[in-house]
Nanobody, 128 residues
C-alpha cells in the first residue's frame, strides 16, 4: 500500500512560482511511475505531468511545457512539481498519483485511470 500526501499549494499572483511536494510512504514507491493531475471547479481532472521511476523520462501537457518541471527524490520518497510563470488558468486542486503497474511511462500515462494511488490534493490559486 502506498500513501501520498501533497503539500505546497497556496495563493500566488500571476507570474509567480510554487513548488508542490508529494511525499510517499511504502517501500516500493521508488519503482512506480508518478503523475500530477489537476482539477478546476466544474471541470474534469486533467493530466499535468508524469515521471518514470528513475526520473530520467518526463512528459507534460502542452499548456505547462516550459513553465512546470516534475522531478523526484528517491532518497526522500518525494515527487515535486515546480511551477513557474503561473497563470490564472492554472488555478485548480493538484493531485499526485502513483502507477504501481509501471515503472516507465505507459501508453496511458495521461489517463487518470492508469494510476492506482492518489493523494488528497492541494489547492493552487493564481490571482490576476
Amino acid at each position: 500500500q502506498v500513501q501520498l500526501v501533497e503539500s505546497g499549494g497556496g495563493l500566488v499572483q500571476a507570474g509567480g512560482s510554487l513548488r508542490l511536494s508529494c511525499a510517499a510512504s511504502g517501500r516500493t514507491f521508488s519503482n512506480y511511475a508518478m503523475g500530477w493531475f489537476r482539477q478546476a471547479p466544474g471541470k474534469e481532472r486533467e493530466f499535468v505531468a508524469a515521471i518514470n521511476w528513475s526520473g530520467g523520462s518526463t512528459e507534460y501537457t502542452d499548456s505547462v511545457k516550459g513553465r512546470f518541471t516534475i522531478s523526484r527524490d528517491k532518497a526522500k520518497n518525494t515527487v515535486y512539481l515546480q511551477m513557474n510563470s503561473l497563470k490564472p488558468e492554472d488555478t485548480a486542486v493538484y493531485y499526485c498519483a502513483a502507477d504501481r503497474s509501471h515503472s516507465g511511462l505507459s501508453s496511458g500515462y495521461r489517463r487518470a485511470g492508469e494510476y492506482d494511488y492518489w493523494g488528497q490534493g492541494t489547492q493552487v490559486t493564481v490571482s490576476s
